[in-house]
C-alpha cells in the first residue's frame, strides 16, 4: 500500500509560482516512477511530468521550461515547481505512483491563476 498525500496549491496571479509537493508514505521501496497529472473542470486528466527512479525527467509540451518535476528520497516527497504560470494552468493537480501494476493517487491540491 501506498499513500500519497499533496499540498502546496492555492491562488496566483499570472506569471507568479507555486511549489507542490507530495508526501509519499507506505511501502515506499516499491516506488519508481512517480507522476504530477492534472484536471480541469470539464477537461480530461492531463498528464504533467514524470520524474523516473533514475531522476530522469520528461513533461507535457504545455509545461516544458516553466515546472520542474524533483523528489526528495531522504524526506519521501515529490515536488513540481511551476513558474511563469498561466491562466490555462489551472486545475486540480495529483501525483501518482504505479507500483506493481496498481496507480496510487493522491486527493489533489488546486491551483488557481488569475489573469
Known amino acids: 500500500q501506498v499513500q500519497l498525500m499533496e499540498s502546496g496549491g492555492g491562488l496566483v496571479q499570472a506569471g507568479g509560482s507555486l511549489r507542490l509537493s507530495c508526501a509519499v508514505s507506505?511501502?515506499?521501496?516499491?516506488?519508481?516512477?512517480m507522476n504530477w497529472y492534472r484536471q480541469a473542470p470539464g477537461k480530461e486528466r492531463e498528464f504533467v511530468a514524470v520524474?523516473?527512479?533514475?531522476?530522469?525527467?520528461d513533461y507535457a509540451d504545455s509545461v516544458k521550461g516553466r515546472f520542474t518535476i524533483s523528489r526528495d528520497r531522504i524526506k519521501n516527497t515529490l515536488f513540481l515547481q511551476m513558474n511563469s504560470l498561466k491562466p490555462e494552468d489551472t486545475a486540480m493537480y495529483y501525483c501518482?505512483?504505479?507500483?506493481?501494476?496498481?496507480?496510487?493517487w493522491g486527493q489533489g491540491t488546486q491551483v488557481t491563476v488569475s489573469s
Open positions: 507506505g511501502t515506499i521501496f516499491s516506488i519508481n516512477a
Open positions: 501518482a505512483a504505479p507500483v506493481d501494476g496498481v496507480d496510487y
Open positions: 520524474i523516473s527512479g533514475h531522476t530522469a525527467t
